[in-house]
T-cell receptor
Framework: GENVEQHPSTLSVQEGDSAVIKCTYS??????FPWYKQELGKGPQLIID?????GEKKDQRIAVTLNKTAKHFSLHITETQPEDSAVYFC???????????????FGRGTQLTVWP | NAGVTQTPKFQVLKTGQSMTLQCAQD?????MSWYRQDPGMGLRLIHY???????DQGEVPNGYNVSRSTTEDFPLRLLSAAPSQTSVYFC????????????FGSGTRLTVV
């Protein structure tokens, strides 16, 4: 099956700086890459996603880039704020068939701390 | 819309006890799944379902059973709880087809003593 690796496991930045989290995947057939933010005591929440036919996607201070050749994708957060502090998960979805369609494989998460 | 509702939020079980974690969604999502989250391990898939009457195993299915009699509900049963099942459990749902993000519930924190 798909294997997703995520780095770094922890990341501390000063408020206003940028943060970058990187993920690699193993299955070249994967075609959908969402990012989730999990705040303490809550379930993961989708913040941005990208499909394999797109190289970059932006949503205000958040952007995701995808390099299909290298099989890696990254989350970029600019002008970080203390409320960005959370655990971030990347995931990949292989282009499966039947009951395997749409399965998500998660990275192990990055604890982002933004210091005021 | 309530989204994905999980009950209970917290539970303590003794080793060997059984229980059912409830999950309900009101978005008419076909795809539902159960994940467990352990420190440093990310989210691991236990079981999933692509529609009523259809279920399949994920990465870590041992010790858990599921059924899907309706589109809305997807309960997770622990047959004989073990300390290794101490974890936070999340239910998630989405529409079928590629490119749709999951909606997660708020989780059930389970402790087995």
């Amino acid at each position: 099956g798909e294997n997703v690796e995520q780095h770094p496991s922890t990341l501390s930045v000063q408020e206003g700086d940028s943060a970058v989290i990187k993920c690699t995947y193993s299955d070249s057939a994967s075609n959908y890459f969402p990012w989730y933010k999990q705040e303490l005591g809550k379930g993961p929440q989708l913040i941005i996603d990208i499909r394999s036919n797109v190289g970059e996607k932006k949503d205000q201070r958040i952007a995701v880039t995808l390099n299909k050749t290298a099989k890696h994708f990254s989350l970029h957060i600019t002008e970080t704020q203390p409320e960005d502090s959370a655990v971030y998960f990347c995931a990949a979805t292989p282009r499966g068939r039947g009951s395997t369609l749409g399965r998500l494989y998660f990275g192990r998460g990055t604890q982002l701390t933004v210091w005021p | 819309n309530a989204g994905v509702t999980q009950t209970p939020k917290f539970q303590v079980l003794k080793t060997g006890q059984s229980m059912t974690l409830q999950c309900a969604q009101d978005m008419n999502h076909e795809y539902m799944s159960w994940y467990r989250q352990d420190p440093g391990m990310g989210l691991r898939l236990i079981h999933y379902s692509v529609g009523a009457g259809i279920t399949d195993q994920g990465e870590v299915p041992n010790g858990y059973n599921v059924s899907r009699s309706t589109t809305e509900d997807f309960p997770l049963r622990l047959l004989s709880a073990a300390p290794s099942q101490t974890s936070v459990y999340f239910c998630a749902s989405r529409k079928t087809g590629g490119g749709y993000g999951y909606t997660f519930g708020s989780g059930t924190r389970l402790t087995v003593v």
